[in-house]
């Protein structure tokens, strides 16, 4: 069974720095692409970026490019999200998710839809 | 960047009855085009893809249809626990995805 298991909630200051993470198992972890994914409260959903855990190829939203870093390791099966200086605005419920393949190479065959994704990770940043 | 229109923002729907929620793009994404629901305290969940192709699992009644920059899906029956968030999304331009602002489909 494919699953994706986010860590836990968070709550931190403004200026703190996190990471949080996305172990998946039951596939090839490595040969998926993995997407990060924004839902700010009561707002909708927004992609951030996506990584090839195979190798860390990694792809940022324009929104989102050098307001958080995606890593990957994929020894362990898992892929993070960090922030090394949290704001308020970052408050919101972050999933991640996996990018669903049919082909025998995912790194190119992949469609760019999400077909499994984790339960969430909700980060609250306030003083 | 490619913005995604729902519509209607809210959609009241008796069990039983027919829903159809619209997904208009800012420009051509070809079939490039998924919707997913999500309930309340939940992840999204994959419906379809390539405007009308059901994901695995997906029942009959969730249809989808449409091309460019039209599109539609279509709950033919709702049963009780359909009533949920729902969006689009596309990926024509791989990885520059966008989401619609969502549809909610509520019990009339």
């Known amino acids: 069974e494919v699953q994706l298991v986010q860590s836990g909630v968070e709550v931190k200051e403004p200026g703190e720095s996190l990471k949080i993470s996305c172990k998946g198992s039951g596939y090839n972890f490595a040969n998926y692409w993995i997407v990060w994914v924004r839902q700010m409260p009561g707002k909708g959903l927004e992609w951030m970026g996506i990584i090839y855990p195979a190798d860390s190829d990694t792809r940022y939203s324009p929104s989102f490019q050098g307001q958080v870093t995606i890593s990957a390791d994929k020894s362990i099966g898992t892929a993070y999200l960090q922030w090394s200086s949290l704001k308020a605005s970052d408050t919101a419920l972050y999933y991640c998710?996996?990018?669903?393949?049919?082909?025998?190479?995912?790194?190119?065959?992949?469609?760019?839809?999400?077909?499994?994704w984790g339960q969430g990770t909700l980060v609250t940043v306030s003083s | 960047e490619i913005v995604l229109t729902q519509s209607p923002a809210t959609l009241s729907v008796s069990p039983g009855e027919r829903a159809t929620l619209s997904c208009r793009a800012s420009q051509s994404v070809g079939s490039n085009l998924a919707w997913y629901q999500q309930k309340p305290g939940q992840a999204p969940r994959l419906l379809i893809y390539g405007a009308s192709t059901r994901a695995t699992g997906i029942p009959a009644r969730f249809s989808g249809s449409g091309s460019g920059t039209e599109f539609t899906l279509t709950i033919s029956s709702l049963q009780s626990e359909d009533f949920a968030l729902y969006y689009c999304q596309q990926y024509f331009n791989w990885p520059l995805f966008t989401f619609g602002g969502g549809t909610k489909v509520e019990i009339k």
């Open positions: 998710a996996r990018q669903y393949c049919s082909s025998t190479n995912c790194y190119t065959g992949s469609v760019g839809v999400f077909d499994y």
